[in-house]
């Protein structure tokens, strides 16, 4: 198994920057990407970026494309989002998640483990 543990949420004004952070343990060598997904009230939850385990190819939603950055740092199983100009509509509960094989790297359905999400709120 894979356990991740997300920290870093937080409340912001519109326009200032936040950087998530995702520790990860456990089978860490089984893990083929690492994604970031985040779940607004009411709403479906919905891919934000995702980073390749073994190489540094990314993903973005379109959405959040030049605002966002994924990084990882194996050597301390670490992921992270650093977000900048954050705007209203970016408030969500952010869940970072593992994949061992994907088809489809924006599906939430293709990850097995997730931690248990941080709160991000950006007031305008």
């Known amino acids: 198994q894979v356990q991740l543990a997300e920290s870093g949420g937080g409340l912001v004004q519109a326009g200032g920057s936040l950087t998530l952070s995702c520790a990860v343990s456990?089978?860490?060598?089984?893990?083929?990407?690492m994604g970031w997904f985040r779940q607004a009230l009411g709403k479906e939850r919905e891919f934000v970026a995702a980073?390749?385990?073994?190489?540094?190819?990314?993903y973005y939603a379109d959405s959040v494309k030049g605002r966002f950055t994924v990084s990882r740092d194996n050597a301390n199983h670490m992921v992270y989002l650093q977000m900048n100009t954050l705007k209203p509509e970016d408030t969500a509960v952010y869940y970072c998640?593992?994949?061992?094989?994907?088809?489809?790297?924006?599906?939430?359905?293709?990850?097995?483990?997730w931690g248990q999400g941080t709160q991000v709120t950006v007031s305008s």
């Open positions: 998640a593992s994949t061992q094989g994907v088809f489809n790297i924006r599906t939430p359905n293709e990850y097995a483990y």
């Open positions: 980073i390749g385990w073994s190489d540094f190819t990314t």
């Open positions: 456990g089978r860490t060598f089984s893990i083929y990407a």
